[in-house]
């Protein structure tokens, strides 16, 4: 790793930007050491001079205004204000800009004069309008930053090898559309290389991808060895790695990259994550490489813990500038024991399945209606056992038949006493129709149940509600004495006629 001095150095305007491990000099002035700048005006030692040279310094290296203001917060003395520290360095900004403080036209996105502001609207007609340039489903945009958040050991990682796979080699093996087929650079800071090997292999067996599929295409770097550090955080202030930005930009650029993938993204910055003005200036790095290259950059990252409950877009760990910048964040969830038993999925099979949500929607889809993913082993000639994951179709709890539906009303009809529409009674009308139907549902507590337990009850509600539907059975309101208020009852309906039933029920 560099020195804040390493990335960040003054030299004059128009002047080609060092290499990092090059320290030149200003003609006939010494070099700007910015580490001593800054204590020094965090002494109040000339503080407005320390500042200009600072901000002018860090102009000409490309950093966004942004990045800059993010970390002049810390520059405030005591007796101001940030709001005062942040219009003066501001000015200085502009000072800089203007006087041509800035890097060659590859190194810095740009920027439109103050002076051309506001800009006259006058793109009226809607079929001249660009497209969104989405690369997969609408989880990957070119130009933007994308999030995967989830808690570990739900496969996340998996998930994305398998839709590099397909964006590789153009083909849906998840269910959801390639839109363009591109090149994609993996990145994982976390795993070793064989590890990313085994994954790669196992999937692409798996989902029956050839090598001339995606040879040329896919790229991968892994390892313990490998980093990939953009920023980095001390007490003396934050620092952005530009050689490392100039490097990725013109590898993505050299090799025709459209979408690469970072996990984690904890690995790729050495800043508190907690700290909103750091994060977003990490994010900040990567939208300038997406947008500098016109790819679709996907940042893998981990929620808290959420003890035993789903993990959504305010779980997501650290601070919320992440998500805030990210244009797609999604999160993924194990699925629970009440949805497995809704759906009819086995209790085998569950500790498998997954589903994956679109976090800032700001509304959890009902479990029917998420994208769902299951984990499948497969076998390697190696004798290696590796997770992939496919697409997963829940089965759905098949509808009662006329048999059960007539066992039912019989049940309740034979009782002397009332059966109770609420589930939390124990005089539910539930209990009466397992019996008949020799079905264990469990007793009133959810945790008490088993996942058998939890698929027997789904099929007792599901029978109450098609006769409630069809008019065998209806709603009446009694009086409970031992309660003192009116509680609802399932009374049948003796005029009903049976080829009324669903059509489901036939």
Not at 431 to 443: P, V, W
């Amino acid at each position: 790793m560099y020195s804040i001095n390493d990335l960040i150095d003054a030299f004059t305007p128009n002047q080609e930007a060092p290499r990092p491990n090059i320290l030149l000099k200003k003609p006939h002035k010494e070099r700007l050491n910015i580490e001593r700048a800054i204590k020094e005006m965090q002494a109040g030692t000339n503080w407005h001079d320390n500042m200009v040279r600072v901000v002018g310094a860090m102009v000409q290296q490309g950093n966004s205004d942004t990045m800059i203001m993010g970390l002049a917060q810390a520059w405030t003395l005591d007796g101001y204000t940030a709001d005062d520290t942040l219009k003066e360095v501001q000015t200085a900004i502009n000072g800089a800009r203007k006087k041509g403080f800035a890097p060659g036209p590859t190194d810095q996105l740009a920027t439109m004069p103050v002076n051309q502001w506001p800009t006259p609207y006058i793109n009226f007609d809607g079929k001249a309008l660009p497209k969104r340039k989405w690369i997969y489903g609408r989880h990957y945009i070119r130009g933007y930053v994308s999030v995967l958040a989830s808690a570990g050991g739900i496969g996340k990682t998996s998930l994305q090898v398998a839709e590099a796979l397909a964006i590789a080699s153009g083909r849906d093996l998840l269910g959801e559309k390639v839109c363009e087929q591109t090149n994609v650079w993996l990145m994982n800071l976390e795993d070793p290389m064989e590890e990313m090997q085994l994954r790669i292999v196992a999937a692409m067996q798996s989902h029956n991808v050839r090598q001339g599929e995606i040879e040329g295409r896919l790229f991968v770097d892994a390892g313990r060895d490998f980093r990939l550090q953009v920023a980095t955080q001390s007490q003396n202030g934050f620092s952005i790695n530009e050689e490392l930005k100039r490097a990725m930009i013109e590898r993505i650029t050299t090799h025709k990259i459209g979408a690469v993938f970072i996990d984690p993204f904890v690995g790729s910055h050495a800043v508190n994550e907690n700290d909103n003005m750091a994060i977003n200036a990490v994010v900040d790095v990567f939208r300038q490489v997406a947008d500098a290259t016109n790819c679709a950059i996907g940042l893998v990252h981990h929620t808290r813990k959420a003890n035993g409950q789903d993990s959504s877009i305010d779980s997501v760990r650290g601070a919320g500038s992440l998500i805030g910048a990210a244009r797609v964040a999604r999160v993924a969830n194990k699925i629970s024991q009440q949805d497995a038993a809704k759906l009819g999925i086995c209790e085998k099979t569950a500790p498998s399945v997954f589903r994956v949500e679109n976090g800032k929607a700001n509304m959890s889809p009902p479990a029917e209606a998420s994208v769902w993913r299951i984990v499948k082993s497969h076998g390697l000639e190696n004798g290696e056992y590796v997770g992939v994951v496919h697409a997963f179709t829940p089965p759905t709890i098949k509808a009662a038949t006329v048999i059960e539906l007539e066992t039912a009303i019989a049940a309740i009809k034979d009782l002397e006493k009332p059966v109770r529409r609420q589930e939390t009674s124990n005089d539910w009308a539930g209990y009466t129709i397992a019996g008949k139907l020799n079905l264990d549902i469990g007793g009133a507590k959810k945790n008490d149940r088993s996942h058998a337990q939890e698929l027997d009850r789904l099929r007792v509600r599901n029978i109450l509600t098609e006769l409630e539907s069809s008019g065998a059975i209806t709603r009446e309101k009694i009086y409970d004495a031992r309660n003192a208020r009116e509680v609802e009852i399932y009374q049948v309906n003796d005029e009903h006629e049976w080829g009324r039933l669903p059509q489901s029920a036939k």
